[in-house]
Nanobody, 114 residues
Framework: QVQFVESGGGLVQPGGSLRLSCVTS????????MGWYRQAPGKQREFVAR???????YYGDSVKGRFTISRDAAKNTVYLQMNSLKPEDTAVYYC????????WGQGTQVTVSS
């Protein structure tokens, strides 16, 4: 059973920044990839970003150039630095581990509003 601890969500004004963290009980050196997804009310879960075991990074079109995913393998932690936040970024953000089965964190709320 893989466990996650997500943190860093909250309320921020448009144009602001937040950094999400996800600590997992798994050894992330042994997984294919880790990433972040988000789900806004009434919408389907959306891909945000992924970082592979080899360090490759991938982003959803709506966040390219604003969000950055990174990881600290020694801490089994993945981060999502979110800059230039927009109201449409408001969602619950979920940490994902792909090994190749999918495992999900409990989610952390991000609200972008003035």
């Amino acid at each position: 059973q893989v466990q996650f601890v997500e943190s860093g969500g909250g309320l921020v004004q448009p144009g602001g920044s937040l950094r999400l963290s996800c600590v997992t009980s798994a050894n992330i050196n042994g997984v294919y990839a880790m990433g972040w997804y988000r789900q806004a009310p009434g919408k389907q879960r959306e891909f945000v970003a992924r970082i592979t075991n080899g360090g490759g990074t991938y982003y959803g079109d709506s966040v390219k150039g604003r969000f950055t995913i990174s990881r600290d393998a020694a801490k089994n932690t993945v981060y999502l630095q979110m800059n230039s936040l927009k109201p449409e970024d408001t969602a619950v953000y979920y940490c994902n581990l792909y090994s190749p089965s999918n495992y999900w964190g409990q989610g952390t709320q991000v609200t972008v509003s003035s």
